[in-house]
């Protein structure tokens, strides 16, 4: 059996890139909101590889996956473009709280225009990242939840759970999800434990997080 492909952080922003230079050919700008593995590549130091690019667009916006299909995403060398429309839905709505502004892939000097061609990337914040994939509590996934809650400060499971009843409300359960308030302190052991065996430090008193995913300030 082939053993999955994995990307690195300048592979991924390559194939971003590639898509930019398209939009800017035709005279086109859109946006792309990043989340999963190729979010955290891009945005933090303990990530280093993804196998594919999820994403999700405005709903309107259907000519992302039509131009990385014609640019052969998922080969030649270019990861996977993953789409997830709808997936993202209820962030959406709270862009602003859920949302970073990566960069604009456009030509140079043009970053400030709002109607140069090009390519506006948004990433998934930490918190609603940790949110998703508590939700569906992938043995893949635990990795990138441990160190997500040693960065949000959650060290146990009353942090847990003040964290899960921020984001619950925005979780789409019709998605695959398996976790809910019933059921989530029994994550807790399965959290530890990988974290202990695989040397992730938790937090031993966890600081609770704000809605735009970074740790709450001190009163």
């Known amino acids: 059996m082939n053993e999955e492909r994995k990307y690195n952080r300048e592979q991924v922003e390559q194939a971003l890139q590639a898509l930019a230079d398209r939009l800017i050919s035709k005279g086109q700008r859109s946006t792309l909101f990043l989340f999963g593995g190729a979010g955290l590549v891009l945005t933090t130091d303990f990530r280093r590889f993804t196998s594919d690019i999820d994403f999700d667009t405005w709903a309107q916006d259907y000519i992302l996956p039509l131009y990385a299909k ?51 990337v948004y ?9 998703m994939k508590l939700s569906r509590a992938a043995d ?35 998605m695959g999800a398996k976790v809910d308030k019933t059921n989530l302190a029994q994550l807790w052991p399965r959290i530890a434990a990988y974290a202990q065996k695989n040397g992730i430090r938790l937090p031993s008193r966890g600081v609770g997080s704000n809605p735009n995913g970074s740790p709450s300030p001190s009163a």
């Open 123 to 131: 990433v998934l914040k930490p918190g609603p990242q940790l949110a």
């Open 140 to 174: 893949k996934d635990m990795d990138d939840i441990c160190h997500l809650c040693g960065n949000l400060g959650i060290g146990g499971v009353p942090d847990l759970e003040k964290f899960w009843s921020e984001y619950e409300p925005l979780v789409d359960y019709g």
């Open 70 to 120: 014609d640019l052969g995403f998922g080969r030649g060398g270019l990861p996977p473009f993953d789409n997830n429309v709808g997936l993202l839905a209820s962030f959406k709505e709270r862009c602003e709280q859920s949302f970073d502004h990566l960069r604009f892939f456009g030509r140079a000097g043009e970053e400030g225009d709002q109607y140069a061609p090009g390519l506006d």
